[in-house]
């Protein structure tokens, strides 16, 4: 009986031990046939697919850009994107609901410390609840206050557009803008006069002046270096200088970083002997061919040829591949266009920089190729290029940012400043006491300027 229900118990097992291997045999089954099918879906409908995600993409800029700005009726800015301008799209996360209300308790707080009197507390309660909730309108709006009452026009008008951007109807926001917004122009226009006229000096300093072509010199080695340093580059100054001279490469260092800065160096060639003294429109063809030279050599596939797959930049989505050659036509024509044309240089420069870092054509090469543009508008009205230093980086990006958000005219002040330093520098270096250009590795940026009579 014993040896009964042990075969009893054997023959259960079994039972159980063939039913586990069926279940398991069957699950393979499907995991493998599922498998099958995936593999035999076509391609073309997951391409399609990611387009129509793109496209939908799309569709949500242009419904946020046909509202995202309200227009304030009266005297125009040049110093906004209209609503011709490239449509705008940054992704970013909302602020949660307990954290709206921390940020909605430190805008009561910072207006109980402005009441009383206490402007520096209330100051921090002002960054801490935007901080909390980026898009608070309300705060937007009584820290866009308290900034006028501290004569910070720019970043009062800041702060209420950037509050028309989220909520384009908002009574308070359209009138705080409406008493900002001749003032910022008026400021704005004020310091292109300033720059204009050391452009006036500059342009009577003889050309033979050995200070200042010793100086044009030195800032060409200088740009190159900071241009490709901002990308990531950590080539010298010297060796720079270097391989340009003697067009030997530096041993023991990447020669890609190297290939840089020799399409570099046949970029700004191409630029200067080419397409400045060149009377006609910017076509193009010429931006192909900037950027040929700019990427030839380290990378000869990509050099001068549109993107064909989608980027991503921080949280800007550039168009899609099949979008980009309508957008670069749609550019080109911006930029021969009497509207562009009438604006201030260094703001034509700075915008056609912009534009083009949004549309991002190439796979690589997007941030020195607008460079370059930009200084190709600012030399054709007469103005010497600029140079933006590795140490503004975080400041240059940080007002691009703000341009993807919906307002340009921080990244249109941050070039107008660099043209002015780079004045300066030129004034400077041909007077009596002439100093050299400041380090490569120093922090001097565009914040050190010398007065002017007007």
Known sequence: SRMNLVAMATDAELQWVSLWLRVRWAALLVLLLSSLVMLLLPLAAVDNQHHAVLEGLSFLRSKLGSSGIARVTGQSTELSVTSQGLELLVLKGKAAPEVKLEARAALNQALEMKRQGKREKAHKLFLYALKMDPDYVDALNEFGIFSEEEKDILQADYLYSKALTISPHNEKALSNRGRTLPLVEEIDQRYFSIIDSKVKKVMAIPKGNSALRRVMEESYYHHIYHTVAIEGNTLTLSEIRHIIETRYAVPGKSLAEQNEVIGMHAALKFVNTTLVSRIGSVTSRDILDIH????????????????????????????????????????????????AMSLHPVEFAALAHYKLVYIHP???????????????????????????????????YHVLEVANEGDVRPFIRFIAKCAETTLDMLLIATTEFSVGLPEAGGTAGCKQTIPVKT
């Not at 030839?296 to 549109?306: L, N, Q």
């Not at 941030?367 to 010497?384: D, E, F, K, V």
């Open 292 to 339: 040929r030279r700019v990427l030839g050599y380290a990378d000869p596939v990509e050099a001068g040829r549109f993107r064909a797959t989608q980027v991503f930049v921080g949280h800007h989505i550039p168009p899609h591949p099949q979008d980009v050659e309508k957008q670069m036509e749609e550019f080109v024509q911006w930029m021969n266009s009497e509207d």
């Open 362 to 396: 190439f796979v690589d090469g997007n941030g020195r190729t607008s460079r370059l543009l930009m200084n190709l508008i600012l030399m054709q009205a007469g103005y010497p290029p600029i140079t933006i230093r590795k140490e503004q980086r975080a400041e240059y």
